[in-house]
């Protein structure tokens, strides 16, 4: 259990209420000293990788109630990770192409609209990424015109290609994050092309900071979200 003397809210200082909770000087929010080191915890368990499930049977909370507070975590990941790029954008950078396919999906013909085509950045050892269109969207297109063949010919002469990117530029900070994102979204065994962008901004913001850093960010702008609401 923490003791907070001032407030997550607003940083200014708080008094003990006669129910147990804080409450705020300045703006007058009453804090639950539960509620809050339960939010404290649980990001503490994003930021070391556990999945919803685990942490649900660890704490014995309902999944459900876990998954929501990893989705929101992984929206404010995202709006983090969008404030930093502002603040880079003007700086020269690097950048290559990436397309990810799932492990289950790369032996199937047709299974390469499925892929995830996305941009990542080096700001200066900082990555950024940028989520490309679905190819999803033109498998259908691309069949009835009869070229989806010519597609997928071309679609595998990239990832030849691109491998050789990826053997070539070893030490590149960019490969580094792609070796990362590979290996950390394995562990969700799929994720929904809707949720995806989440995902991948979820594992950039994780990769861009240490454990400590993605905590105390994370809480920072979990309760300033939460003054807002």
């Known amino acids: 259990m923490i003791w907070l003397r001032k407030c997550l809210y607003c940083n200014h200082p708080v008094y003990l209420l006669g129910d147990g909770r804080l409450k705020c000087s300045?703006?007058?929010?009453?804090?639950?000293?539960?509620?809050?080191?339960?939010?404290?915890?649980?990001i503490q368990c994003y930021a070391e990788n556990l999945s919803a499930l685990s942490v649900s049977k660890r704490l014995g909370t309902s999944y459900v109630s876990?998954?929501?507070?990893?989705?929101?975590?992984?929206?404010?990941?995202?709006k983090i990770c969008e404030e930093e790029y502002e603040e880079l954008a003007d700086k020269q950078c690097e950048y290559e192409e990436y397309f990810y396919l799932e492990s289950s999906k790369k032996l199937k013909r047709e299974a390469i609209f499925d892929a995830h085509n996305f941009l990542s950045f080096d700001y200066d050892e900082h990555i950024y990424t940028l989520i490309m269109p679905s190819l999803h969207i033109y498998k259908t297109q691309m069949i009835e015109d009869q070229i989806e063949d010519s597609y997928i010919n071309e679609f595998k002469k990239f990832k030849r290609e691109n491998k050789i990117i990826k053997v070539s530029k070893r030490l590149n900070n960019i490969v580094r994050f792609w070796e990362y994102f590979e290996k950390s979204i394995v562990k969700y065994k799929g994720v929904n092309n809707d949720k995806f962008a989440y995902f991948l901004k979820e594992f950039e913001f994780k990769y861009n900071h240490s454990k400590d850093d993605t905590i105390n960010l994370l809480i920072q702008a979990y309760f300033k979200v939460s003054l807002k609401r």
Not at 67 to 77: G, N
């Open 26 to 42: 300045k703006c007058y929010k009453k804090i639950s000293r539960e509620k809050v080191n339960k939010i404290i915890t649980l």
């Open 66 to 78: 876990i998954q929501k507070h990893y989705e929101i975590f992984r929206f404010l990941s995202a």
